[in-house]
């Protein structure tokens, strides 16, 4: 079976500029977990789920660091710690969201798709047709697929 096969057609999306606030209300009078970004022309350009939304609820943290010949070293690296500080002041989608989705086009098979999310550990993935979004996959719907292949 292919993504297109299974996939949801009616996605719910937001642009960059949408709120923390608007994201919260989408996320959670949708019953969905998260939501893709898309520029003027339906294109993905990122994506922002509840995980990335937990941020805004956390204690700021320093880093973890050591020190070694004078200078300090960062055990997640400065990249991770400037990006967690950034979602932690973010007010829009644009500061929060995920820029490197995993997208699928139409023809993948589910069994590939079911693949994906266990080794990226993703929950949704948008389907694409031309870098614009046509359908998106959760983990519920391969799940129904795998329900519906057993009976």
Do not use: C, W
Not at 40 to 58: A, C, F, H, P, S
Not at 117 to 137: L, Q
């Amino acid at each position: 079976m292919k993504a297109s096969e299974i996939m949801s057609t009616n996605v719910i999306t937001i642009k960059k500029d949408t709120t923390i606030e608007e994201i919260a209300h989408i996320l959670t009078d949708n019953n969905i977990s998260g939501v893709p970004v898309i520029d003027e022309d339906n294109r993905i350009i990122g994506m922002v789920t509840q995980k990335d939304l937990l941020y805004k609820d956390v204690e700021p943290r320093f880093p973890a660091v050591f020190e070694i010949l004078g200078g300090l070293v960062f055990l997640k690296g400065v990249k991770h710690y400037n990006e967690e500080l950034k979602k932690l002041v973010a007010t829009k989608a644009e500061d929060i969201m995920v820029k490197k989705v995993v997208t699928v086009n139409e023809d993948m098979i589910v069994e590939q798709i079911a693949e994906l999310m266990v080794e990226k550990d993703i929950n949704r993935i948008p389907v694409v047709r031309d870098k614009k979004i046509i359908g998106i996959i959760s983990r519920g719907d391969i799940v129904k697929y795998i329900a519906e292949m057993l009976e």
